[in-house]
Nanobody, 123 residues
Framework: QVQLVESGGDYVQPGGSLRLSCVVS????????IGWFRQTPEEEREGVSC????????YYADSVKGRFTISRDNAKNMAYLQMHSLKPEDTGVYYC????????????????WGQGTQVTVSS
């Protein structure tokens, strides 16, 4: 069965860094797009960063450009989101998602989802 498991969320001070990891099982990652999405009580789940399969193109929300980096290691069936210079508005539950082929970065395009990991940025 397909399963995605996120980890790495934590409580950090503004300006800190975190690295989120996503482990994929049940299929090989090579041909799947991967996305990171954030959800808060005030906002619906939205795309933070996504990376395509075959062409390797990436997407970043304007609010995280220059601070976050998405990457993937197909041999290990893992994906990552490196987060620097964290701000309070980065707080939320972060979800890893996967979909076959190349995709954009909207939640409606993704078929498989992890359980989420909490990121809290606060003094």
């Amino acid at each position: 069965q397909v399963q995605l498991v996120e980890s790495g969320g934590d409580y950090v001070q503004p300006g800190g860094s975190l690295r989120l990891s996503c482990v994929v099982s049940g299929f090989t990652l090579d041909y799947y797009a991967i996305g990171w999405f954030r959800q808060t009580p005030e906002e619906e789940r939205e795309g933070v960063s996504c990376i395509n399969s075959s062409d390797g193109r990436t997407y970043y929300a304007d609010s995280v450009k220059g601070r976050f980096t998405i990457s993937r290691d197909n041999a290990k069936n893992m994906a990552y989101l490196q987060m620097h210079s964290l701000k309070p508005e980065d707080t939320g539950v972060y979800y890893c998602a996967a979909s076959y082929g190349n995709r954009y970065c909207t939640r409606h395009e993704y078929d498989y989802w992890g359980q989420g990991t909490q990121v809290t940025v606060s003094s």
